[in-house]
């Protein structure tokens, strides 16, 4: 489930970033050279707050990964422990 937060976050973040860039261009009073200078630094944000955002989701896929693999493993202890092949409740 938080995979799907994540992805939700992402996806509107991009969106977010694209209307607010072109609302930008609309209304702001600017040379063609500072929206240029304007677009790169918010490019550059972007580019940054994306590459966080995925480390982020990266480390939580690695934790829950972690969580499986160790729930796998007291699970087939419990199984191998009990000799009949079934899990004790």
């Known amino acids: ?5 994540g992805g939700g976050l992402f996806t509107g973040l991009l969106v977010g970033a694209i209307i607010g860039i ?3 261009l609309l209304y702001a009073p600017r040379t063609g050279r500072e929206t240029r200078d304007m677009l ?3 490019a550059e944000d ?6 966080e955002l995925g480390d982020e989701l990266k480390e939580g ?3 829950f990964g972690d969580l499986v693999r160790e729930k ?3 699970a ?5 422990g009990n000799g009949s092949g079934r ?3």
């Open 1 to 5: 489930m938080e995979k799907e937060s």
């Open 22 to 24: 072109g609302l930008g």
């Open 40 to 42: 790169r630094q918010q």
């Open 46 to 51: 972007l580019k940054c707050r994306t590459k």
């Open 61 to 63: 896929a690695e934790d």
């Open 72 to 74: 796998v493993s007291l």
């Open 76 to 80: 087939s202890h419990a199984v191998k």
């Open 87 to 89: 899990t004790e409740a």
